[in-house]
């Protein structure tokens, strides 16, 4: 397991795709927040931001990059056609999976908590001294935006293991991330909104937010690990079913 993980990492940290989406990602969860900030400035609604405050909105787009770096994890593997070579030098598929599994969650909670932390100066730096810095809020805008990005990225994972496609891995995630909750909001059925409220992307609200409604982060947190689950076992079929 441990020569496994090694080999995991080295592919990982060794393309630079890798290094490319990372640094977008923590670079545009700034950019997005310094947006955002300044237009609730400009708004001048007079509430007293909390230090993540701005962290649903700044994740909006960054959120792809890190989709981008969990899907070409597997699918460039397989693009490549070096899935054969790993599966050559780690022929249990399980362990080849679990090793995945262990360095894409450390990289994507590392680059989460770094843009939670970086959202969080920047709303320090637009509303100065007006921000509050509790305990629990800043802990939801640092790890909770890590945890956040962590669970999508592992969804996104068994994604691409069972489409073997860059492109129909990311789709989906866009769909079930943005498109989904866009329709139900002009659908405006209870039963679909309430679907909809426990899936990965309002699963990661209450996380980063603090939120108690529609449920708290511990609720939040089980969905994303259920929905993580349950593509990586999907995607764990496809791969003991099919040759690489």
Known sequence: MIGAV??????????RSTWLCLV????????????????LTASDSGDTPAANTLA?????????????????AVTGEYATGAMRTTLTTVPRRGR??????????????AAGCAAGAATIAVTAGVFGDSVTYGTASVLHGVVGV????????????????????????????????LAVPMISQMVRNDTVTDIVNHMPAMAGTPLMTGADDPYGWG??????????????????????????
């Open 56 to 72: 649903i909105v700044s994740t909006l787009l960054s959120q792809f990059a890190v989709v981008a770096v969990a899907a070409l």
């Open 146 to 177: 890590g945890g956040y990005l962590m669970g999508l990225a592992l969804f996104t994972l068994g994604l691409g293991l069972l489409m073997r496609s860059t492109a129909g891995a990311i789709t989906t995630v866009v769909g079930v991330v």
């Open 24 to 39: 977008v990602a923590v670079l545009a969860t700034a950019g997005t927040a310094a947006l955002a900030g300044l237009a």
């Open 96 to 109: 080849m999976l679990i090793a995945k599994i262990a360095v894409l969650a450390v990289a994507t909670f």
């Open 6 to 15: 090694a080999a995991e990492w080295t592919k990982l940290w060794g393309l």
């Open 219 to 244: 609720m939040g947190s089980l969905l994303l690990v259920g929905w993580a689950a349950l593509s990586l076992v999907l995607g764990y079929v496809a791969l003991s079913r099919r040759d690489a």
